[in-house]
Nanobody
């Protein structure tokens, strides 16, 4: 059974940093696309950052480019999201996702098959 477990969220002041982790279990996803999405209250779940499998390319939403960094440890089946220079508008539940058969990242949430339970990030002004 595939499971994704996020951790690392919390409350931080504007300008601060957090590091989110997503550990996958049940199968190896080194060749699969993985991504981070987020959902703020009353808003749609939106793409934050994605990474292709096998050490391929990455992509970011314009709103986080230059502040967030996605990375993967293929040997540990783990994905990370480093969040720097956080802003109050970054407040949301952050979810990790994996595409079961897709090697290249996508910005479309419908292309992902497995999701974690989410971790709350709250940025105070």
């Amino acid at each position: 059974q595939v499971q994704l477990v996020e951790s690392g969220g919390g409350l931080v002041q504007a300008g601060g940093s957090l590091r989110l982790s997503c550990v996958a279990s049940g199968r190896t996803f080194s060749k699969n696309a993985m991504a981070w999405f987020r959902q703020a209250p009353g808003k749609e779940r939106e793409f934050v950052a994605g990474a292709s499998g096998s050490g391929g390319g990455t992509a970011y939403a314009d709103s986080v480019k230059g502040r967030f960094t996605i990375s993967r440890d293929l040997a540990k089946n783990t994905m990370y999201l480093q969040l720097n220079l956080l802003k109050p508008e970054d407040t949301a539940v952050y979810y990790c996702a994996v595409a079961q058969r897709r090697p290249f990242y996508s910005r479309n949430r419908d292309d992902y098959d497995y999701w974690g339970q989410g971790t709350q990030v709250t940025v105070s002004s």
